[in-house]
Each structure stands twice: as structure tokens, then as C-alpha cells.
């Protein structure tokens, strides 16, 4: 259901390019209040990292994912370097990025009662610290805070958390072993910080549905009974502004929902006419020793030669591997493979280019490309508010 309502936002979205609306007037960035409330008082920081317990993370890291068991009803492996290649492969641990990229686990809460009867969900999306004065933002992509499907759904971040250098190898056994406990040190190694601000564009705080592009957000974090600030911990990298959206990229992220994966086995059924829309059965044509899963549990990075994209979002587009939950992991270039360092110029937002869906929205669903989100005056506003921001 969780797909399904994405795809809803996208035909939603469509439609609303189809019938051209307006353009919203751009503005400042626009700051997102963070509503959850703990015995009727905002919640502190230590509130928001004691609410995610392993049980809260595992079930978050689940969503969306509906081939999370083999054929004989066993749990599947975490990804592994079984596909080391160009269209993903997992990230060296050892630089700058195996510290700065992380994973964020989100409660929001949504008006579509019907799909989550008590009016919240938890989800789950990539961030990367960014060097900034305050040391304390992450970067990530606008629809991980806020989306809507105009005139129906609205789905708002109420709290949030940052694990910079997530691992979720051992998340399911030691949820399934203490559901109240608490990440360690192998699964959050740089430790949990709870969202404290939360910044998006101006054309996204009024227009949260892919219509008019700028899908970036700009968040502040705050260790709880810490004086340090993340970068202090992780370090930062650049962040470069209207440069130019192609080249040469290294994209990372954490992907998880198999659901909707072009790369999938699901998506890719022996013997049958290749297509890309219902009804099933679904053939991309991707040949097995190309097929993939991924689970959310571990960093993985597409390289590759982004291009830009067309009107009207003139964003760079990547042929990828990487599945949805790495929305809003960083776009490198100039990146170094030995140090993990470069200069972030977009965030991971959508998929785009299916070759032969008879409408765009399916390219929008699934794939084959990756769309990121390219930073310009917009998304250097949003930056600048969290680097103000007091943690």
C-alpha cells in the first residue's frame, strides 16, 4: 500500500504538469515545526532517540519491502559484495563517506487513515552530513520530511533520527532478541542524533508533490547529553552549488524497497513479453546475472556519467541500482574512492527513463535511472538556514 500511494503522488503530480499550474513564487526556505509531543510538551532530544527502539527501526527498515523472505519463507541476507560493480556495489567504510552518509528513520504523520489506521508512519531515508559553521547539518531530500498527493494525502515528519554510518546487518537479530533495546555500536557507530530542524525549499514548502522539482531538505541534529557536534564525530563534506549536472558521479545511499525494483527478480519474469507496466507479470528484460535485491541494512553506491535531464527540471539522471530508501542520499563528484571524500551537488529525489512505459509514470515509479536533485539557489537557501540554526 505504502507503493502504491507513492505512485498515487506521482500520477497526481503528473496531472498537475499536464494541466500546468502556476509556479509558485520562490521565497525563503521554509522551516517544518516538529509536532511530536511527549506528555503534552514538545519533545527533547532525548525523547526522540528514546523512541526508537530496535523494534521501531527494524519495522521502519521493513516498510515498503515485500520480498523480505526467500522462496522458503527464510529471512534474505544482508546486500552483500555480490554485486560489486558500477551499478551498485557496497561503500569502503574506511573514508569520509562510511561516516557522513547515514541513515534517518522518520515518524510522520498522515491524513490517510485508511492505510494507517493511527495516523502515523515510520519510514526511513538517506542523509549525508555536510560541512557547515554550526557543524550539525545533514542533507537529505524534501519528500523524506514532507509529500503530498494535492487534495488528498499529507504525510509531515513529526521526529526524527540520524545514524551516520548505519549498519543494519545484525538489526533483525537483535530486534527479534530485545524490541525495547537500543542500537550499539555496530549498528550505529557514530551514534543516534535526533533531528532538531528541519528545513525545505521554498518551492517544496508549498508545493511538496515532484511537480516543480527542488525535493531537497536541510536538517539540524543534536546528540543527546552531548556537547559535540556530528562533524566534530564524522566530518563534513562539501556542498557545491550550480555546478554543473553532468559528469562523472558517485551516488550512495541505503536502498530497500524491493518492491518496485527494476533490478528485482519481482520485476523481471523469465519467459514473459518485456514490458514495464501492469498487468503482471512484469519482464524488464534485465538478465539474471544482472538481478539484484537490496534490504536497507548497508550502504551501497552506484559511479557512473550523470546527464541532465529535460524540462522542467533540467535534473542530472544516472543509470542505477539503487532501489527506493536511498532518496536522499548524496550526489558526489570529484569523489575519491580512497578518502571518500568530494563535493555534494544534489541529493538522490526520483526515478526516471522507463525506455518503453507507455506514460512517464512509471519511470517516475521505478526506473532504470535515478534522478538527483541539483543544488542551486533554492537548495543553498535551505542550506544556509540549517548552517544558521541553532542545533
Given at each position: 500500500?505504502?507503493?502504491?500511494?507513492?505512485?498515487?503522488?506521482?500520477?497526481?503530480?503528473m496531472?498537475?504538469?499536464?494541466?500546468?499550474?502556476?509556479?509558485?513564487?520562490q521565497?525563503?526556505?521554509?522551516?517544518?515545526?516538529?509536532?511530536?509531543?511527549?506528555?503534552g510538551?514538545?519533545?527533547?532530544?532525548?525523547?526522540?532517540?528514546d523512541?526508537?527502539?530496535?523494534?521501531?527501526?527494524?519495522?521502519?527498515?521493513?516498510?515498503?519491502?515485500?520480498?523480505?523472505?526467500?522462496?522458503?519463507?527464510?529471512?534474505?541476507?544482508?546486500?552483500s559484495?555480490?554485486?560489486?560493480d558500477?551499478?551498485?556495489?557496497?561503500?569502503?567504510?574506511?573514508g569520509?563517506?562510511g561516516?557522513?552518509?547515514?541513515?534517518?528513520?522518520?515518524?510522520k504523520?498522515t491524513?490517510?487513515?485508511?492505510?494507517?489506521?493511527?495516523?502515523?508512519?515510520?519510514?526511513?531515508?538517506?542523509?549525508?552530513?555536510?560541512?557547515?559553521?554550526?557543524?550539525?547539518?545533514?542533507?537529505?531530500?524534501?519528500?523524506?520530511?514532507?509529500?503530498?498527493?494535492?487534495?488528498?494525502t499529507?504525510?509531515?515528519?513529526?521526529?526524527?533520527?540520524?545514524?551516520?554510518g548505519?549498519?543494519?546487518?545484525?538489526?533483525?537479530?537483535?530486534?527479534?532478541?530485545?524490541?525495547?533495546?537500543?542500537?550499539?555500536?555496530?549498528?550505529a557507530?557514530?551514534?543516534?542524533?535526533?533531528?532538531?530542524?528541519?528545513?525545505?525549499?521554498?518551492?517544496?514548502?508549498?508545493?511538496?508533490?515532484?511537480?516543480?522539482?527542488?525535493?531537497?531538505?536541510?536538517?539540524?541534529?543534536?546528540?543527546?547529553?552531548?556537547?559535540?557536534?556530528?562533524q566534530?564525530?564524522?566530518?563534513?563534506?562539501?556542498?557545491?552549488?550550480n555546478?554543473?549536472?553532468?559528469?562523472?558521479?558517485?551516488?550512495?545511499?541505503?536502498?530497500?524497497?524491493?518492491?518496485?525494483?527494476?533490478?528485482?527478480?519481482?520485476?523481471?519474469?523469465?519467459?514473459?513479453?518485456?514490458?514495464?507496466?501492469?498487468?503482471?507479470?512484469?519482464?524488464?528484460?534485465?538478465?539474471?546475472?544482472?538481478?539484484?535485491?537490496?534490504?536497507?541494512?548497508?550502504?551501497?553506491?552506484?559511479?557512473?556519467e550523470?546527464?541532465?535531464?529535460?524540462?522542467?527540471?533540467l535534473?542530472?539522471?544516472?543509470?542505477?541500482?539503487?532501489?527506493?530508501?536511498s532518496?536522499?542520499?548524496?550526489?558526489?563528484?570529484?569523489?575519491?574512492?580512497?578518502?571518500g571524500?568530494?563535493?555534494?551537488?544534489?541529493?538522490?529525489?526520483?526515478?526516471?527513463?522507463?525506455?518503453?512505459a507507455?506514460?512517464?509514470?512509471?519511470?517516475?515509479?521505478?526506473?532504470?535511472?535515478?534522478?538527483?536533485?541539483?543544488?542551486?539557489?533554492?537548495?543553498?537557501?535551505?542550506?544556509?538556514?540549517?548552517?544558521?540554526?541553532?542545533?
Amino acid at each position: 500500500m505504502r507503493a502504491a500511494r507513492r505512485l498515487a503522488v506521482v500520477a497526481a503530480a503528473m496531472s498537475l504538469i499536464v494541466a500546468g499550474p502556476a509556479v509558485p513564487a520562490q521565497a525563503a526556505a521554509t522551516q517544518l515545526p516538529l509536532e511530536w509531543q511527549v506528555n503534552g510538551q514538545p519533545a527533547t532530544p532525548q525523547q526522540v532517540v528514546d523512541y526508537w527502539t530496535l523494534g521501531f527501526l527494524k519495522f521502519a527498515n521493513e516498510q515498503g519491502n515485500n520480498t523480505l523472505t526467500d522462496a522458503q519463507g527464510n529471512p534474505r541476507p544482508a546486500v552483500s559484495s555480490g554485486h560489486d560493480d558500477a551499478l551498485s556495489s557496497p561503500t569502503p567504510k574506511t573514508g569520509l563517506s562510511g561516516k557522513t552518509v547515514g541513515k534517518l528513520f522518520i515518524l510522520k504523520s498522515t491524513n490517510n487513515t485508511t492505510e494507517v489506521p493511527a495516523g502515523v508512519i515510520k519510514s526511513t531515508c538517506s542523509g549525508n552530513v555536510a560541512a557547515s559553521a554550526n557543524k550539525s547539518v545533514v542533507l537529505t531530500a524534501g519528500h523524506c520530511v514532507k509529500v503530498e498527493i494535492p487534495f488528498s494525502t499529507r504525510e509531515v515528519i513529526l521526529n526524527g533520527i540520524f545514524i551516520p554510518g548505519f549498519d543494519g546487518t545484525t538489526l533483525d537479530a537483535k530486534a527479534a532478541a530485545n524490541p525495547n533495546g537500543y542500537p550499539d555500536a555496530q549498528i550505529a557507530p557514530y551514534g543516534v542524533w535526533a533531528v532538531t530542524n528541519v528545513f525545505v525549499t521554498s518551492t517544496w514548502g508549498s508545493a511538496p508533490y515532484f511537480v516543480f522539482g527542488q525535493d531537497m531538505s536541510a536538517l539540524t541534529v543534536k546528540k543527546p547529553g552531548s556537547s559535540q557536534r556530528i562533524q566534530d564525530v564524522t566530518g563534513g563534506q562539501q556542498v557545491g552549488f550550480n555546478r554543473a549536472r553532468a559528469g562523472q558521479r558517485t551516488v550512495i545511499g541505503y536502498p530497500q524497497d524491493d518492491s518496485r525494483f527494476w533490478y528485482h527478480a519481482v520485476r523481471n519474469t523469465p519467459g514473459a513479453p518485456i514490458n514495464s507496466t501492469p498487468p503482471a507479470p512484469i519482464n524488464h528484460g534485465v538478465p539474471v546475472s544482472d538481478q539484484r535485491e537490496n534490504d536497507g541494512k548497508v550502504m551501497l553506491q552506484t559511479v557512473g556519467e550523470a546527464w541532465q535531464g529535460s524540462v522542467p527540471y533540467l535534473d542530472s539522471r544516472l543509470v542505477s541500482a539503487l532501489s527506493a530508501g536511498s532518496s536522499g542520499g548524496p550526489w558526489f563528484e570529484e569523489y575519491n574512492p580512497a578518502t571518500g571524500a568530494g563535493i555534494q551537488t544534489a541529493v538522490s529525489s526520483r526515478f526516471d527513463g522507463d525506455p518503453i512505459a507507455p506514460n512517464m509514470i512509471a519511470g517516475w515509479y521505478e526506473g532504470p535511472h535515478i534522478v538527483g536533485t541539483y543544488f542551486e539557489s533554492q537548495e543553498q537557501e535551505a542550506y544556509q538556514a540549517a548552517a544558521a540554526a541553532t542545533p
